[in-house]
């Protein structure tokens, strides 16, 4: 497989660079619009020594910046094109993460970290069941084992575990 | 006080312990300490203490070590080592890394122990006139080194930067009373917890990385090297002046209160880079890089104790709950400690002294077996990392709000890594926008809200100065590589930036 | 990697081992606590006295609670995040937070926090500490006295090291601030170990802080008393007088407590304040809190609640009855 080096198009590289300009932009323009709100929460974003002043300016920057961001994408000679890969898999344990981390809390975490870890084996390829098994048991174990008896973390419990 | 085997023993064992703690993700050296200290209020002091001082430099170098092997900083110091000692590790030297580290570590130690030992008073009687106007200058100079570690792409290493200073302005300014950009959320509070973001940049966007560009594929030959060479005597000596004035620079920030290891070691990187004759190696594997950062950070752990000795200032958290624990044992630090106990006081100089010795005999005998870490194959590397990450994450505020965090940093860290975004700069901006506008703010309160203050003190004139030259140094080489960038094959700038993923 | 987790997990089974203390002479059938370990939150972060005095107490508190303590530590927002999840957690004696006055009786009534004081029901009292007024030996001032005059002649002049906007310096200042009428300007500096760095630095010229924050600088001579708030001398520095002597009235003890979510059943909280009053009378736990520099002024919950109502209505009428 040689895709994996291969870049993108030069017309898909402008369009994502662009939306990752609109993107800062609009970060910037949020915290822009907070800090200028009026009343203005934080004091005087005009004051230096006041609390808005320091996050104002940052954010000012972050909106200019992500101008120069959907500019730059638009130059006649990209220096370089976003090379592809196996997005789909990556955005699947992207997805698993996501469940993981925000699942936690009603899992809990034997059973949370039971489903996740052999899950992202299975991305990664790994089709041995044997293998999956162990890796469901052992790191969890070992690993909550020493988090909870040593260092004294006590981690949520779920409905049922 | 080292004539008891046991003060050997809880030595060791706190070292060993220290380093393991240190390496795995989200327990940090901090909370080592702090969670340790309670067993030690039952023993005697010449256990406890050395116990704790062991776990203390142990969790500091091991957070190195997943830094390098797994582009997973065991604790904010390391960061800025992920990104050579990564990109060693890709290309099939994480021994010579890992040494490398070690050697760094061990002998910036050694070198900041001496200065403690020796020029402690002195130091410190200069350390303590530093005030708020001098620390802002000081995160200014630290910030721009955010140009050294943004790329070739500075707009987009500024907008790293400019997200990590917006990010670290949410929740209750300590000063003001307000609550910037909570969002409603009681959680935001307090912030945007680091270690949580941190290994989620850097250790979950490593995993979703391996899995757009399995690392069999990209080589192409299926062949990996495993480990690869020592580091040779010559290669170390040619870093000699690298370390020292890493190491100088470690023990400065580390004995002013209040600083620590994660500003020493991008100032450190950044001036390691700034006098290199190959800067465009940094990021890719540059055993200079490498070296700085380890040296830069692993100096201010000694350097830390200065303000505890001499005044019983806590330098940094760690200390502090040092001093908790030296409390505890009925042995308050400071002026009087001198005065009333010395014998104790060179007891723990000596103790170490011994602890760089160990540390570096661990670290030989833990780069055996930890060489072997990448012949583990990726199926079941990755799923541990991942179950380390996510208790690492919620233990350091047993929060399950910071596992949200984790996942963020995750997704935030591979797009910024599949579009080019480097993320060393907003890590950064987040380490230090905080303290910088928190000293700027006092600095101004100081003054009244003059900015003269900025010059008008001979300490904050120096600094002043010191930075202009950082900004006319960094332009002019600016101009430079650039002029040297472009001479460089497209294609081979191309190559370095997909193998050498580490660069981030 | 394997080898590296075998000894991880023979170091964790030996140190899990060690960490088991002989557990439970208080622990009988009639507990009403639910079987799980109790979570100790410490608002602050980690080095500050309060997380000193929450890692003795939860070190030794198993054997007279009955169930193994945890300490959490969760700082961030001045102590509003630990509040606010302490407030909002189950009420059944499993989530205790180690309160102090800023966090329960002075900022929920001045600030727009995500919990009330409502939200908390007193369980036990473990000590207080007054604030000492120091300064540095070179200052034009050397009394209270003079420290006001000074400010008086030179208003705005006098600098001093403050602590978190509402937070326990700050607070103090206010007071002096308010009794005295003069106007001095302070530095937020976060807390009590940068605020002493730069006062001995000379950058600030005053401060109030805890005796175990100054307590080692007022011995050497590094820093000099100039008042205690409370209503009597501290044992420790009977030389220094109150601020009520010296003639301006500011009285705070900065008290450490324990505090359960509202709504904890009556029978766990009794049941609490009766283990935390076992354990104050242990002699190792005296013995690590003296040598810590602090003491023990226990009050049960029924005192403490009465104490705590009366703190909040005076602090209520003093900030908000201007």
Redesign the interface.
Known sequence: ?TD??L?LSRSVTRV??TL?GLG?LS??VV?LR?VHASPP???DPGD????AF??GL??L??SA??V??VL?AWRPHL??S??T???S??LL??AL??A???G??WLG?WL??ML???L??V????RRWG?LLI?AVV??V??????E????????RGVLL | MLASPWTFLALSAGLAAGIL?GA?PG?TAT??VV?LAPFTFFMEAAIGIPFLLGIYKGAIYGGSIPAILVNTPGTAAAAATARDGYALTLQGSSRKALELSLFSSVVADLLSTMVLIVVAIPLASIAIRFGSPEFALLYLIALTMIATVSG??V??G??AA??G??VA?IGL?P??G?Q??TFGSTDLLGGVSLIPLLIGMFA?SE????????PE??DGTGEVVHGGERLRWAEFWALRLTILRSTSLGTFIGSLPGLGAEIACWIAYGLARGRSREPERFGKGSFEGLAAAESGNNAVVPAALIPMTVFGIPGDTITAVLIGALMAQGMMPGPLLIQQNPGFLFGLFLVLLVTNVLLLVFGLFAIRWLKQVTRI????L???V???C??GA??VN?S?FD??I??FG??LG??MR????PIAPLIIGLLL?PGF?SA??QS??FSN?S?AIFWSRPGSLVLLSLLALVIVVMAWQGLKSKGAASRLPRSR??KS??AKGGDS | MTRN?LS??L???S??AA?LSTAGTALAAESHLPDE?I?FVTPYPAGGSHSLHASIITAVGEEFLGRPL???IRGGGGGAVAAAEVAGSKPDGTMLLFGDPTINSLRPQVEDLPYAMEDFVPVARINYSPAIFVTTPDQPFQTIGELVEYAGDNPDDLVYSSDNRNGWTYTVFEMLKSTADVEMRGVELGGGGPAVTQLLGGNTMAYAGAPSVVGEHLEAGTLTGLCVTDIERYDAYPEIPTCQEEGYDVVFQFWRGVMAPAGTPDEVVAELSDGFERMIQDEGFLRLISQIGSGIQFQGHEEFAEALATEQAALREAYLGE
């Not at chain 1, 008896?149 to 949520?156: N, R």
């Open positions: 497989m994996t080096v870049p994502l660079e990752m800062t970060v910037g915290f907070i929460p934080y004091g230096i020594g006041s609390a320091f996050p940052i954010a920057l972050v910046l992500g120069v961001l730059m220096p370089r976003i090379a890969g196996q997005t898999r990556a344990a992207y993460m996501v993981v981390a925000a936690l809390p975490i949370a970290v996740a870890v052999p992202l084996a991305l990664f390829g790994e293998v890796l790191p969890p070992l690993v909550i084992h020493l988090f008896g040593v260092m004294g973390i006590y981690f949520p | 703690i795995l327990l909370m080592a969670v070739d792409n707009a987009k500024l907008t400019g997200l200073l917006l302005c300014d000063m003001s307000y910037r950009f979950l995993i979703l990385m391996q899995l757009t560009h399995p594929r990209r194959p990726p199926a079941v990755y799923p541990c991942l179950l380390l996510l208790c919620y233990a047993s399950t596992l949200l984790l996942a995750g997704g591979y797009l599949r579009t080019g975004f926008g506008e700027l703010r101004l309160v809200g900015l700038r191309m930036h997909n | 987790v991880l997990t170091l964790s089974a140190l899990a960490s370990p979570r945890i300490s959490v």
